[in-house]
């Protein structure tokens, strides 16, 4: 895959490490595991893409130890990336802030009041900032992951805790959960009617 066509995720990554290595400290793949929140194996197999497009050198140190540094070439591409990314998020939250605010006046237009998060990310934000521009009152928001953690005031709970009230309407709330959070949903018996997601459809 070249770098025109790498996925967004892909290159997110690869901005990630960029970014770390390009600190003073030498760091090791157990402790760029550790900063970016994912697997050794997972960063072992972007360094490996890294190093072969030379824009990552490796560094032995005694006790069989290994530091990963940034050559000039992977300075450029960290900025370049950089400039891809900061592209990117705007389109996402021009895109997603539309999508979410032209859902809310359709469900505040059917006579509804209230609505549930389910997802807590960047994009939950992006979708709160719409909801305020309108009528809607937000009821409850749902993360397994990030329950306890306070979302606008509102403490987050897991999925299950606000069944007794999922007639309102359900809205997806994170956009790379999205699948996963309307399965985990439907797993819970909520009626596929009371879900939505912004962008979906648009009437």
């Known amino acids: 895959m070249n770098d025109q066509t790498e996925k967004p995720l892909d290159s997110s990554r690869s901005f990630q490490l960029l970014s770390e290595i390009s600190g003073e400290e030498p760091l090791s793949q157990r402790e760029l595991s550790r900063r970016l929140g994912i697997a050794v194996g997972l960063v072992n197999s972007y360094l490996k893409n890294l190093v072969s497009k030379g824009f990552v050198r490796v560094k032995n140190f005694p006790s069989n130890r290994y530091a990963y540094l940034l050559t000039p070439q992977g300075l450029a591409e960290k900025s370049r990336l950089a400039y891809q990314h900061l592209s990117y998020f705007t389109t996402l939250y021009t895109v997603a802030r539309q999508d979410y605010l032209d859902l809310f006046r359709r469900l505040e237009k059917s006579g509804l009041r209230q609505v549930m998060f389910c997802g807590v990310d960047e994009v939950a934000e992006i979708a709160y900032l719409s ?49 996963k959070l309307t399965r985990a949903l439907h797993d819970l018996g909520v009626a596929a009617d009371t879900i939505f997601v912004a962008g979906a459809t648009r009437q």
């Open 131 to 179: 909801l305020k521009e309108t009528e809607l009152e937000l009821l409850a928001v749902m993360d397994d992951e990030r329950q306890g953690e306070l979302f606008f005031g509102l403490k987050v709970v897991a999925l299950g805790d606000r069944m007794p009230e999922a007639k309102s309407p359900i809205v997806i709330s994170s956009l790379k959960q999205r699948d």
